[in-house]
């Protein structure tokens, strides 16, 4: 199993970004996907997860403002990060379960004040 994030960058508060996490070595189309983050010195947490029929659930602190959706096409999850504020710095990290948990590489999200 590999997942390949993409997307991260600096940004200042109040703007966009958007990650990409592309699959492989799974049945992609069912497997639930997820974004974790960590920032420096905090566990790692849930930001938003999307099941294989495509419900959602989204951590408090971002809903509202994160968008997560999947194209099982192109074995892709994406996370679309709005109105984006200076705690949403952190490492974010595509993650999905087959057995065990997979994790992938992690991307960096700063954003600015």
């Known amino acids: 199993v590999q997942l390949q994030a993409s997307g991260g960058g600096l940004v200042q508060a109040g703007g966009s970004l958007r990650l990409s996490c592309k699959a492989s070595?799974?049945?992609?189309?069912?497997?639930?996907m997820a974004w974790y983050r960590q920032a420096p010195g905090e566990q790692r947490d849930l930001v938003a997860e999307i099941t294989s029929g495509g419900s959602t659930n989204y951590a408090e602190s971002v809903k509202g403002r994160f968008t997560i959706s999947r194209d099982n096409v192109k074995r892709t999850v994406n996370l679309q990060m709005d109105s984006l504020k200076p705690e949403d710095t952190a490492v974010y990290y595509c993650t999905t379960s087959v057995g065990r948990r997979y994790w992938g590489q992690g991307t960096l999200v700063t954003v600015s004040s």
């Open positions: 070595g799974i049945i992609f189309s069912t497997t639930t």
